[in-house]
């Protein structure tokens, strides 16, 4: 097929596309998860302090603020104070502390705060427990938190523990009981690789960028060097934002990594044979490290276990990564066996483009 015809499939793939998608509305999410959330628990002699972090608009619902998506920060500050007895009700049925081999430990709200992470609202909540003689190896922690009543595949990454013992642990649907410094490396190690696994499973934008070059691939060795380039990039940035050393802003990298998916697109359909290919996935892939970062948001100072959740999490992230490579490339490689595979492939490439493209809108607006 010549180049005219194959510019002119692509370009009637696309119109195609657009046609479509102007008669079906539609809203895009780059990401499928409901929550996240983050804790960070020291423990001295006589008090638990328990910084605990909600995805603000879920708590909404199973407390039952009245707000609304676009309120101001105030606002949410305002309504989050407001409700603090109901807080504390939820949180008093869906957190609990045991200390000494089963002593219930009372809680009390001591602060509220709304605060802004991954374009998204958090209510920071700080609570304290006391208790004379507290013992860290001593304390069991029950989180119950959305997992019944609102979100089943909602996480929880918890830093316990001070200086050099510090150490984390993921709460999920099937994990809600932690035995404070009685989890193995092991149970660690899993728990971030799963961690890193489904979050690149559920974001879309990441998979939409691998997919993308992987269109612009013409043998298993382009997939290799685009893939190891990839790899090396987001890991660095991955690190790095992990730990804190480097930090740009969600709506300076949320953004990009949409224009990444758009201009990758446009690439495997105007340029397929750029010779800066290997050069753009290593710049793209810098900011989409950072997005994978957003979801660690590790507290504390840095420990080789801090060191561990890291590499796990992003050695989840790469099975994930492999994972749609190998299912996504032999299917390629069979339709490519046929004339008709240029359309096929035109249409997907330039409906990435769209989804980037519209992605990288949203974002900018906010």
């Known amino acids: 097929m010549t180049t005219l015809k194959k510019t002119a499939v692509y370009g009637l793939g696309l119109i195609c596309l657009w046609i479509v998608l102007l008669v079906m509305p539609f809203t895009v999410s780059a990401h499928t998860d409901n929550s996240e959330g983050y804790s960070e628990v020291t423990v001295d002699e006589n008090n638990l302090k328990y910084e605990l972090y909600l995805d603000y608009f879920e708590l909404a619902r199973v407390v039952e603020f009245e707000v609304k998506r676009g309120d101001p ?23 609990s502390i045991y200390a000494d081999g089963g002593a219930l430990l009372e ?6 705060d709304v605060e802004r992470k991954n374009n998204r609202e958090y209510a920071h909540i700080t609570l304290n427990y006391h208790a004379s003689g507290l013992k860290s190896s001593s304390i069991l ?4 938190v959305f997992f019944d009543d609102n979100d089943p595949m909602h996480r929880n990454i918890m830093t316990y523990g001070t200086g050099s013992e510090q150490e984390q642990f993921i709460f999920n649907m099937d994990e809600r009981e932690n035995k404070i410094g009685n989890s193995t490396i092991f149970g ?15 974001g879309t934008d990441h998979i939409l960028f691998i997919v993308a070059i992987i269109l612009g691939a013409r043998k298993i060795g ?11 990039a987001h890991s660095v940035t991955l690190g790095l934002t992990a730990l804190n050393v480097i930090s740009i802003p969600p709506e300076i990298v949320e953004p990009l990594i949409a224009l990444s ?14 010779k800066y ?31 561990l959740s890291i590499l796990s999490f992003n050695g989840g992230v790469e099975i994930g990564q492999i994972l749609i490579i190998l299912l996504l490339f032999p299917v390629l490689l069979f339709i490519r066996r046929y004339r008709w595979n240029i ?5 997907v490439t330039a409906g990435i483009f769209v989804f980037g493209l519209v992605w990288y809108i949203q974002r900018m607006i906010g």
Not at 141 to 144: D, H, K, L
Not at 195 to 200: D, T
Not at 265 to 274: C, D, Q, R, W, Y
């Open 343 to 347: 359309a096929i492939q035109g249409a």
């Open 222 to 232: 382009d997939i290799v060097k685009v893939a190891t380039v990839f790899t090396l």
């Open 261 to 274: 998916i758009a201009y990758v697109a446009i690439e495997t359909i105007l340029f397929p044979n750029s």
């Open 107 to 112: 809680g009390e709200i001591v602060m509220t």
């Open 141 to 144: 922690i029950q989180y119950n």
């Open 277 to 307: 290919r290997l050069l753009v996935v290593f710049i793209f892939g810098l900011f989409h490290g950072m997005g994978f970062a957003g979801v660690l948001q590790l507290t504390g100072g840095v420990t080789w276990k801090t060191l």
């Open 188 to 202: 660690q190690i899993v728990r971030f690789l799963e961690l890193g696994f489904h979050h690149i499973l559920i």
């Open 73 to 95: 920060a105030d606002k949410l500050r305002t309504a989050l104070e407001k409700n603090v007895s109901g807080l504390s009700e939820y949180l008093a049925s869906h957190l």
